[in-house]
């Protein structure tokens, strides 16, 4: 019922008939580079604080992005 490993094979033959070395691998290092970005998306996005929606009293929503505490380097020292 599954496909075979021959069929596979006439397939992938065909296909390289089609379209041609050069071009397949070519093909396949835009989907990995496109892969490869996708998962780097990803992981920023985890990084990211997430955005709070606030409701004003009139019912418009806002985003207000978390913002990170920086430490104050200009303020004098004692």
Request: proline letters at 4%; a neutral charge.
């Amino acid at each position: 019922m599954g496909i075979s490993i021959w069929q596979l094979l006439i397939i992938l033959a065909i296909v390289l008939v089609l379209f041609g070395a050069k071009r397949l691998r070519s093909v396949g290092s835009d989907l990995g580079a496109a892969i490869k970005g996708f998962k780097q998306s990803i992981k920023e996005e985890e990084t990211k604080p997430e955005a709070v929606e606030q409701k004003q009293p009139d019912g418009q929503v806002f985003e207000a992005k978390a913002e990170e505490k920086k430490s104050d380097d200009t303020a004098p020292k004692a």
